[in-house]
């Protein structure tokens, strides 16, 4: 079984700053790729930013220049900075993992539970 834990969300002002994080624990020996999907009220989930091990990190252009993604991948983490928050950055933002090799040696995909994000004076 495979878990993912975030933090860092809440209530920030337009311009300011807040860094998600996202463990994973469980029984598995690699994730191919770990990202964040954010879905703000009455609309679909989107991709966020994505990050493959070893690779470039793929940004949504909506995003892009803003909002960083990182992956330390001995503690099966990953993160994301997110500055100059607008409000339409506003939504509950997920967590994802998949390639996930697990001790079965099956290939899974898992979700967090999701972290709200508010930006607004």
């Known amino acids: 079984q495979v878990q993912l834990v975030e933090s860092g969300g809440g209530l920030v002002q337009p311009g300011g700053s807040l860094r998600l994080s996202c463990a994973a624990s469980g029984s598995f020996f690699s994730i191919n790729r770990m990202g964040w999907y954010r879905q703000a009220p009455g609309k679909q989930r989107e991709l966020v930013a994505t990050i493959i091990t070893g690779g470039s990190p793929n940004y949504a252009d909506s995003v892009k220049g803003r909002f960083t993604i990182s992956r330390d991948s001995a503690k099966d983490t990953v993160y994301l900075q997110m500055n100059s928050l607008k409000p339409e950055d506003t939504a509950v933002y997920y967590c994802?993992?998949?390639?996930?090799?697990?001790?079965?040696?099956?290939?899974?995909?898992?979700w967090g539970q999701g972290t709200q994000v508010t930006v607004s004076s």
């Open positions: 994802n993992a998949d390639g996930i090799l697990t001790f079965l040696k099956t290939i899974i995909d898992c």
